[in-house]
């Protein structure tokens, strides 16, 4: 079955990173095909005709695009090792706080990371501050190493842009700081077991790689959604 199983993707992205890990911690293998935004192929523009979004996971021909969609679909078609809690209401639980990282937090985090102070970036920090707030209280409220409890799970992964990304645009672009220890510690303590763990340290993307290419971007003034 995995053999019938594609993963289009490109390699810097947290949202496709987020399917891999779903992936390896399911123990499937699978065929990963690298695109190329700024020239989307033809494949990707018939698989996610809609958004024509990275990642597409084509399973059996089948494309499933969204990677939380995606995720959820792995989830209950390798219903081993699970991300999701099992407990009916813990999954509305999780998909609640997974459904504001994507449509809140990455936003506001993002915009902030590349707003220096005085063209706007105080007050987009203080959005982003606002928001991570709420996650650093979820992770104190039950004393939890990762958001899943003492594993790595749905809302981990669908936090993966926080605890690296977000780090490394920060320190190494544009010096704007987010997520510090004094502010965020709980935060900061699972950032660090996160890509301290074998998932993150096999799936989030090579600094060495990753912080030339914002670098670019930058140099470019062409970072998009800011
Ligand atoms: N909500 C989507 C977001 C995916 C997304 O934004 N992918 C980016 C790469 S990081 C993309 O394909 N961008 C191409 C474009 O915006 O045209 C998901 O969760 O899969």
Redesign the pocket.
């Known amino acids: 079955m995995e053999g019938d199983l594609m993963l289009l993707g ?1 390699w ?5 990173r ?2 891999r890990m779903a992936l390896a911690m399911k123990g499937v293998d699978y065929v990963y095909r690298e ?1 190329d ?1 700024m020239n ?1 192929s033809p494949l ?1 523009l018939e698989l996610n005709p809609v ?5 597409v996971l084509v399973h059996h021909g089948k494309p499933i ?6 995720i959820e679909y792995i989830d209950e078609k390798w219903p081993d090792n699970h991300l999701l809690p099992v407990d009916p209401f813990d999954r509305a639980v999780a998909r609640f706080w997974a459904r504001y990282i ?1 449509d809140k937090v990455n936003h506001a985090v993002w915009k902030a990371l590349w707003s220096p102070p005085g063209e706007g970036g105080d007050a987009a920090c203080e959005e982003a501050y606002g928001m991570l707030e709420k996650l650093e209280g979820l992770l104190k409220e039950g004393d939890k190493k990762y958001f899943g409890g003492d594993g790595i799970g749905y809302v981990d992964i669908a936090a993966n842009f926080m605890a690296h990304w977000s780090i490394l645009i920060g320190e190494e672009v544009t010096g704007v700081r987010i997520l510090t220890e004094d502010r965020f510690p709980a935060l900061c303590e699972w950032a660090k077991n996160f890509t301290g763990s074998s998932i993150g340290a096999a799936h989030f993307p090579e600094k060495e790689k990753l912080v030339p290419f914002f670098k670019a971007m930058l140099a470019a003034k062409s970072v ?1 959604y800011t």
């Open positions: 490109v810097g992205s947290p949202f496709v987020r399917v695109d935004l989307k990707l958004h024509k979004k990275v990642p695009a969204e990677s939380l969609v995606i994507d998009p």
